[in-house]
């Protein structure tokens, strides 16, 4: 076999970013797609193996790029019921909205929802090389969870060396450009918050809370797992923040009022804004069509600004 024969085959349809070694029965292929996007990366990788394929051999190719800076927001609760999901969904779609190449792992083991959030029920991701691929959605934030990987209604009964090495396989997967990855973290601190915080390192933390008492008592021991961990708190948001009546306008506040910001205060870091209890924002999540999404949001963007403006300056 001519070596220079396959290289010029090569070029020509990679030009400088392939190199071509042959060994016995195998032809090998080092391409470097630094700058490319996953689809030109994956259609050069495809026109290199047609273009070096010859009968009797076997090629192997191997992608090379530059190392993206990816930077983990990772966003707790204390406890369940807050509203966590639906505020990670949504700050992922608006910090993508605003610029920033943001994916979205799910990362609650026992109870995925973002596979409904985000309008990808029953898709499952595939894989290269044995690492995952993250699975499109209609809102430019890929996704990986849980609820992609198990069958519909099935518990996942694991212990926790199980679900961290779920955690890693989600975290670690093929997300090619993307450089912000939004991990919605089951509610505790337990064994998946403790792998999050020591092997793969958040940038920093947002904390979800509603205004009463017990979840703000919740809401500060996450605060103490992240600050005894150090990891940066980013902000607290407070959801289910006052009730407008559809029918007379008046607000109540089934939860009350002030709380996480008063907490916030109280523990010295930023608050970030408040989600009302709006059915609006319920049946639209349920459906698969975050209000992130929409032209009209006045919600979830401008937490997701104060997000971006944090991990701009930091």
């Given amino acids: 076999m001519d070596e220079k024969e396959v290289a010029a085959a090569v070029a020509a349809v990679a030009g400088t970013r392939a190199t071509v070694r042959i060994e016995g029965q195998r032809i090998g292929v080092v391409i470097d797609a630094a700058g490319l996007d996953a689809p030109t990366r ?38 369940g019921g807050v509203g966590k999901s639906t505020l990670s969904a949504n700050l992922a779609i608006a910090l993508a909205k605003a610029g920033r190449r943001t994916g979205l792992v799910d990362a609650d083991i026992y109870g995925p929802s973002q596979p409904r959030l985000m309008a990808v029920e029953g898709t499952r991701p595939e894989a290269r090389d044995k690492v ?6 209609p809102y430019g934030v890929p996704l990986l969870s849980m609820g992609q990987l198990v069958e519909p209604g099935r518990a996942i009964a694991w212990r926790g060396p199980m679900t961290a090495g779920a955690l890693g396989q989600l975290i670690d997967a093929h997300w ?9 973290l089951p509610p505790g601190t337990g064994d998946v918050q403790l792998t999050m915080v020591q092997k793969h390192r958040p940038a920093g933390a947002v904390i979800v809370s509603t205004p009463q008492d017990l979840a703000l008592i919740d809401a500060r021991r996450a605060i103490d797992l992240f600050e ?3 990891v940066p708190i980013i902000g607290l948001v407070e959801n289910m923040a006052g009730y407008a009546c559809p029918h007379c306008g008046e607000v109540s506040d089934p939860f009350g009022h002030g709380g996480a910001e008063a907490a916030a205060r109280e523990a010295g870091i930023a608050f970030l804004g408040r989600v009302p209890l709006d ?17 009209d949001d006045r919600v979830f963007a401008p937490i997701a600004a104060q997000v971006a403006a944090w991990l701009a300056a930091g």
């Fill in 132 to 137: 995952l691929l993250p699975v499109a959605t």
């Fill in 228 to 230: 005894k961990a150090g």
């Fill in 42 to 79: 994956d259609a050069l990788e495809a026109s290199v193996r047609m273009a070096a394929a010859r009968p009797g051999y076997e090629v192997r190719t191997v992608v090379t790029a530059e190392r993206v800076a990816r930077r983990i927001v990772a966003v707790a609760s204390g406890k």
């Fill in 176 to 184: 090619g450009a993307t450089d912000t990855l939004v991990v919605d």
């Fill in 279 to 295: 059915i609006a924002i319920r049946t639209a999540s349920d459906a698969g069509q975050p209000p992130a999404a929409g032209t």
